[in-house]
């Protein structure tokens, strides 16, 4: 299920694969929003760039995302001044809002057409019990001395307690956008596609970026490929976990209302619109979970159409997508570089789900650390910290699912008989005392897999909502043939013929 973003861009240029030898001074893996950012402001400084990109330019998160471009990462600010002081919470909103102007001067200098607005964003209740956090936020934010607003009235269809609203946020059309920078530097600096990242190891001149045709020699790499592929010795699959979440486009035949809104607790539901081809466009997003957990139809997008169903009877469901992002254990992105032990090797990465602002900062923060300049936000993202461990919780929830899903499930038996399982959908089922992955296509054709995650073993889950195989460790996913669609991992799965 393609996003809204991807079915109304038509993209211009296509990129060549990668297939010879070549040298540059910063090799950017991955090319979403962080990816391209960086390329756009080091191209602009004169650094020869070289992105190389496994699939097609934010073809994943980055074209998948809802796209609200604001400061505003939910009731964050009052867990930031409690976790980490008041300092730390000010630079962090500071780094922020300066993001959303960054990005808007790249879009007037570049004169990128991409649907950006100016809107006001919200994060509100329904609920008694959830009104007094949003008092808390308002409160904490006066003490950064931030002009945002308790209201109790905004645009939604239905009643609410109370919001806290930031004026002056914004939101675009994320493809325009990133395509729109790679326009403005194409021609500047070379842009690989359909080109995996293999290793990427040290040399007498930094780095040596593999893929399978050719490699890349350069000064200083950058890690812009989401989750890292590369597990030591950076350890991020200990402290980092990915979180799906699904959206719904909707026309609601009706005038629709402005804004930009998210509640103030899980579960979470958000809204936005979208001018599509003159016509407003409703955005439901939310139901978020793990990836790898359980989810059906019903649970996911089952539950935003019947919020638009709700306020909206004579709606149409025009679009259906999800995707996921990663999330650091203390929920602050890691920006810098990737360990102490890998000099200019860089990383940007646990945007949890605030990456439209989050991929500018770190951006600027990677590009100055290249330069050798000080960033001033730099020290609130440090990649290489030791803070998570503070969220006991969920470090001890990653231990018991990995730990679970490479060794504990593995010995069990899976309780699932091969004629168990119906038609257009997959499971795991026992063949000789080895696990095998089942999907049998709508006509019965079976496609046979070994479910395990080609990232580090884990035992991969079946996702009745997508077809794919997902793994509940760290979050990579595989089509049911096994071809791997997400990172981590970037190895297929085994196949088995099945006749
Ligand atoms: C449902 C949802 C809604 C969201 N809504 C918002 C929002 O409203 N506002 C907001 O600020 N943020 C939002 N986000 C978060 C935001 O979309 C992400 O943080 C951001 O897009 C991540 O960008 P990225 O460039 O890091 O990753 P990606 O866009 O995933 O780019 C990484 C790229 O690296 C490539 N890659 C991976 N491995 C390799 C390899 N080995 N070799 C070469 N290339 C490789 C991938 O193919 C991919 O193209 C949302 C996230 C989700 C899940």
Redesign the pocket.
């Given at each position: 299920m393609h996003s809204l973003w991807l079915e109304t861009f038509d993209k211009k240029q296509n990129f060549p694969k990668l297939n010879s030898n070549i040298s540059c001074d910063v090799c950017i893996?991955?090319?979403?929003?962080?990816?391209i950012t960086c390329a756009y402001y080091l191209t602009k400084l004169g650094f020869k760039v070289v992105v190389?990109?496994?699939?097609e330019i934010?073809?994943?998160?980055?074209?998948?995302?809802?796209?609200?471009?604001?400061s505003q990462h939910g009731l964050f600010y009052n867990y930031l001044i409690n976790s980490f002081g008041t300092n730390f919470a000010r630079k962090y909103l500071e780094a922020n809002e300066n993001a959303i102007k960054n990005i808007k001067k790249i879009i007037d200098t570049e004169k990128i057409s991409c649907d950006f607005r100016y809107q006001n964003n919200f994060v509100y209740t329904t609920s008694l019990e959830d009104l007094h956090s949003i008092k808390d936020e308002v409160s904490a934010l006066k003490e950064l001395d931030f002009p945002c607003e308790f209201v109790t009235n905004c645009g939604l269809p239905f009643k609410i307690l109370g919001a806290c609203m930031f004026k002056n946020q914004a939101e675009f059309h994320p493809l325009k956008y990133i395509y729109g920078i790679v326009d403005s530097i194409y021609k500047d600096c070379q842009i690989f596609t359909h080109?995996?990242?293999?290793d990427v190891r040290q040399s007498s001149h930094g780095y040596i970026c593999y893929t399978n045709n050719g490699n890349v020699q350069a000064s200083n790499v950058i890690l812009?490929?989401?989750y890292p592929?590369i597990n030591i010795p950076g350890f991020y699959f200990l402290k980092m976990y990915q979180s799906?979440?699904y959206?719904i486009a909707v026309d609601t035949k009706e005038n629709v209302f402005n804004g930009m809104y998210i509640t103030a607790a899980e579960p979470t539901l958000s809204f936005r619109t979208a001018k599509i081809d003159g016509k407003d466009l409703l955005l439901i997003?939310g139901q978020s979970h793990k990836t790898g957990r359980y989810c059906n139809f019903e649970s996911s997008y089952g539950v935003l159409e019947k919020v638009a169903k709700t306020y909206y009877p004579k709606c149409e469901i025009l679009y259906r997508w999800?995707?996921?992002?990663c999330v650091s254990l203390d929920k602050i992105p890691y920006i810098g570089p990737y360990s102490h032990y890998t000099p200019n090797l860089y990383i940007?990465?646990g945007?949890q789900?605030?990456?439209?602002?989050?991929?500018n900062v770190a951006a600027n923060i990677i590009v100055d650390m290249i330069c050798k300049k000080q960033n001033p936000y730099a020290s609130i993202y440090s990649s290489v910290r030791m803070k998570p461990i503070k969220n006991r919780n969920e470090v001890k929830n990653m231990v018991v699912q990995s730990t679970k899903s490479i060794m504990l499930d593995k010995l069990a038996p899976s309780n699932l008989k091969f004629d168990d399982i119906g038609l257009n959908t997959g499971g795991i089922v026992e063949i000789n005392g080895s696990k095998v992955g089942i999907f049998k296509d709508s006509r019965g054709k079976i496609f046979a897999v070994k479910p395990v995650c080609t990232h580090l073993g884990c035992l991969l889950s079946w996702n009745d909502v997508d077809k794919t195989w997902d793994c509940p460790c760290h979050g990579s996913r595989f089509d049911f043939k096994g071809k791997n669609l997400y990172?981590p991992a970037?190895k297929n799965l085994e196949t088995y013929n099945f006749e």
């Open positions: 893996i991955g090319a979403g929003i962080f990816g190389l990109e496994k699939d934010a073809s994943k998160t980055s074209g998948h995302t809802t796209a609200k471009i604001t080109t995996t990242v293999t812009a490929c989401h592929f799906s979440s959206l997003g999800n995707t996921r992002d940007g990465t945007f789900k605030w990456g439209m602002t989050s991929s990172d970037i």
